[in-house]
DNA sequence: GATGAATGAGTGTTCATTCAT
DNA sequence: TATGAATGAACACTCATTCAT
């Protein structure tokens, strides 16, 4: 990896423990084991990492969306909208990605007194996750398998407890392997229930 | 208010915002407007600010669920323990309550890299609150109104509503009357559901 | 001397040398003695340091023009108001002061990047001293010595002489006691000669 | 211009305004348009860009005062060194020149904390011109017009005019187009009065 | 109870310069 | 000719803390 890389990977690591101001350039040099006038070099100031980890943030989510617009629109049946999309590109690609977890975790410890971090926490955190759940909710509806009303509140309630999961088990301390499993196990057990009902 | 009042009060209100790190004694002293050197006389060190306003946070929790627990236990019909006791004592005097929603902002930020307020957040934020919520819908089985399955399950989805609704609404930005009043109907718009599906 | 004068003083002797910029907080609490974070306690930052200088020199030319206002109208015949007047305080106490000497080194380094030190610059060095220097002059129309244009001309050349020499022997090197005595001396055979030819 | 030639105007162009060590070889590289690195292509370092600029100051006022010489020598009637003569070598070619003014302002900045530059500042602002225009009223004694004491007191007057002109308009604030009229008008109208006056 | 004065360590950032390409 | 990448030293300034008063 290049330097510049290498600064903002470690850069990361430390901003999503500690939050930005308790980072110094120093800390971020000593760790990528360059001068910390270097740093100078690739970066215009502290902000300007900042700046860039959120720019790169926004395009690999964007890259996601729309990786999800182009198949739901070649979607032919239900199973090939399933459990593994879910767990391959929202869970893997995102929820359990290193990059984007300490993203959110970032934007967590900023967004109190960080008005641009706050506006990127709500977005992606909690608005961004509801629509796309309770559009991908809808598409059952397409098949017949729930009304409307039912899709909405499976939709809800789906995203409350996605949530609630995903700041129990992987926004607080080290993001394991044994939580992304518990997180796994028990949004598998929930969608089991929930299909089990009806 | 006296002077040691004084800085705790306005040690959280920046601490909330900004992480203890951000906060410097400096800041602390200018807005209780007395001289960096004199906060000395009160507290020992910066440190010992935040352990009390962490010792302060625990005892009046312990004053909560001891007021919690005895109404439990002095429960003679459903309707005493009710939509009006999650509000006046779960909303009002924790949720909604400046000091608790302060130090919850607090020990979200300071969590990620400090391993005792982890411990407090994920037992204040999480474990403590679930145990709780599903003892409550316990009780309904005691008057027959749900078995232990169905009341584990309401104690599960319940909590998650609640914890989703009070990262989103009461642990981002400014705790406006707005918000608390948001959060207030949207919990009431989900017991109604609940009980409305029965 | 107290600190913050020691500051002002040291601070003073480098900024006439070397400009503001040149001087370092370092440079100036390692003459001073002291520690760099020391003179943050005296002084809110760098700027604050120079804007104290300022206007210690401006209420020192106050008091000054104050003096030669009041002896102005107090005066009864011409040899009252003399050479001895000048040389006590226009010389002494401004031209040879080494305060006020440095601050016009001081100006007439910063003047050429710095607008509000432009001003300070023009006005201390040529309009204040050549409106000083014609109203003297113009003292002696009254007793009849000359007429008016002829104190406007000898105001102008008389400044333009005291202005030359001034750069040439006073803001140029150090300030020694031997230039102090060849500016007095051009002054006086200056002056000698103008009277002579009359 | 070749990029030599414009590091050194912009080097100047900055120099003359915020000193030698106010202008970083960033400053410069950044109004040239290259990298800092490039810089050193050109320049051993950064007191080499200093060192050019005395070497060029010195040889086109070498090549002024050869002139200045060579039209004494082949000097037939008065007329002919003259007004014109002033105007268009001293005033144009030198104290209006932007690149001698420029260098004057430089060593005016320099002098006080650099040795060399002092006795350059010294030298071009008070020796070399008072010489100068001693020795050009003393060829009028050649053709009669005034005696040599005459010509001595004429020629430390006009000095001192010019010098104290020259401070105040070309040495201070920006040289515009005003102030050199203003200048040559004063200078016009001294020259006026002196000779009306014999 | 409170403060004036001081400090060593650390903050983000700029500096002139080097050197391989 | 010019630059990308790096660096040690210096920059103005802030930090938590101490201690005598």
Chains 1, 2, 3, 4 share one sequence.
Not at 68 to 87: A, G, P
């Amino acid at each position: 990896m290049e330097t510049k890389e290498l600064i903002l990977k470690n850069a990361l690591d430390m901003f999503a423990k500690s939050g930005y101001n308790s980072v110094s350039i120093r800390d971020i040099a000593k760790t990528v084991n360059i001068k910390e006038s270097s740093i100078y070099y690739h970066f215009k100031n502290k902000q300007d990492i900042l700046d860039s980890l959120v720019e790169k943030y926004e395009s690999h989510i964007k890259e996601l969306t729309d990786m999800l617009q182009s198949s739901m629109l070649n979607l032919h049946n239900v199973s090939s909208f399933s459990w593994d999309w879910l767990r391959e590109f929202y869970f893997e690609r995102y929820l359990f990605d290193t990059f984007c977890n300490q993203m959110m975790r970032f934007m967590m410890i900023e967004q109190f007194h960080n008005e641009s971090m706050r506006i990127l926490y709500e977005h992606y955190l909690f608005k961004l996750p509801h629509r796309i759940q309770t559009q991908s909710f809808m598409i059952l509806t397409k098949f017949g398998m729930m009304n409307e009303k039912q899709a909405e509140k499976a939709g809800n309630d789906f995203f409350a407890y996605i949530t609630m999961l995903t700041f129990q088990y992987l926004l607080t301390g080290e993001l394991t392997k044994a939580k992304k499993d518990a997180f796994d196990q028990e949004v598998f057990a929930y969608i089991n229930r929930m299909f089990q009902e009806d």
